[in-house]
């Protein structure tokens, strides 16, 4: 049997996935450049004279943008970095159990921990709002890392049963055998083999602290810990009717994503093995 017809359609297969990626490629670079032109271009070549390269670079923007953010940025990270670190607390021995053990209600217990993550969080607002209040916490970074828990442990609790249950028992019972208890066998033998699930939960409970606007913007004021995101949203409004700084935004856009972008590069190689697994 002739082979031109297989042939033929796998040229136009291939064809297609290049003609793809390059329109995903070209649908995320174009974007990224025009923003990063902006955000050194004075603000009277962009709006006299819109164009993609400036004519006269500037950094203003960027200074200026840098220094209203400065102490936003290091409130974000701190909740950032404080929801990741209490969400890997409470859901790596959550899910383990979930994964490895057996016990009364194990099963229904899990689906009702996550069907959480079927609520509108913007139902949650009210009611944590006042909890918090009472409780003290309320516009405190505490509070803000304490809130994000409610949805963030769910999808880890999700992510890290299914990473356990894959990982092989026979290593976890050969440690035991030659002299571990069941404690230090999963220190030293399940958590390292977990450790590209584990940093997955962590990023994306990062990122959740990092980027979230709602719960930013409502259990903080302008007297407390307020992370960088509604800031920019501050700038966004331009104030008191004032045209918006679109080079300000766009460089603050730029200074907000670059940690996050940080992170993902030096994380890469774990959150590659967590997803395909």
């Given at each position: 049997m002739s082979t031109t017809g297989y042939d033929a359609t796998g040229v136009t297969l291939k064809a297609t996935a290049y003609g793809v990626v390059a329109f995903l490629v070209l649908g995320n670079l174009v974007p990224f450049l025009f923003i990063l032109s902006v955000s050194f271009m004075p603000?009277?070549?962009?709006f006299?004279?819109?164009?993609?390269?400036?004519?006269?670079?500037t950094l203003e923007a960027w200074t200026s943008g840098f220094e209203e953010l400065r102490g936003n940025l290091v409130n974000s990270f701190l909740i950032g970095a404080g929801t990741a670190l209490l969400a890997l607390a409470i859901t790596i021995p959550g899910a383990y159990a979930f994964a490895r053990k057996e016990f009364y209600g194990k099963t229904a217990g899990f689906y009702a921990i996550i069907s959480a993550?079927?609520?509108?969080?913007?139902?949650?607002?009210?009611?944590?709002?006042?909890?918090?209040?009472?409780?003290?916490?309320?516009?405190?970074?505490?509070?803000?890392?304490?809130?994000?828990?409610?949805?963030?442990?769910?999808?880890?609790?999700?992510?890290l049963r299914d990473f356990f249950e894959n990982l092989p028992t026979d290593i976890e019972e050969a440690a035991q055998v030659y002299g571990c208890t069941q404690f230090t066998a999963f220190v030293r033998v399940i958590l390292p083999?977990?450790?590209?699930?584990?940093?997955?939960?962590?990023?994306?409970?990062?990122?959740?602290?990092?980027?979230?606007?709602?719960?930013?913007?409502?259990?903080?004021?302008?007297?407390?810990?307020?992370?960088?995101?509604?800031?920019?949203?501050?700038?966004?409004?331009?104030?008191?009717?004032?045209?918006?700084?679109?080079?300000?935004?766009?460089?603050?856009?730029?200074?907000?994503?670059?940690?996050?972008?940080?992170?993902y590069l030096v994380a890469r190689n774990y959150l590659e093995s967590a997803f395909s697994v």
């Open positions: 603000p009277s070549e962009f006299t004279d819109p164009h993609l390269v400036p004519y006269e670079p993550m079927m609520f509108p969080y913007i139902l949650l607002v009210i009611p944590i709002m006042d909890l918090w209040t009472a409780l003290g916490v309320y516009n405190t970074i505490f509070g803000m890392i304490l809130a994000y828990q409610v949805f963030v442990t769910p999808f880890s609790i999700w992510i083999l977990a450790a590209p699930g584990i940093v997955a939960v962590g990023f994306l409970a990062f990122l959740t602290g990092w980027n979230d606007f709602l719960f930013a913007n409502l259990l903080t004021t302008g007297t407390g810990p307020v992370p960088a995101v509604p800031v920019l949203y501050g700038t966004i409004g331009g104030g008191s009717g004032e045209r918006v700084y679109w080079g300000k935004l766009m460089a603050e856009t730029l200074i907000i994503g670059t940690p996050p972008t940080i992170i």
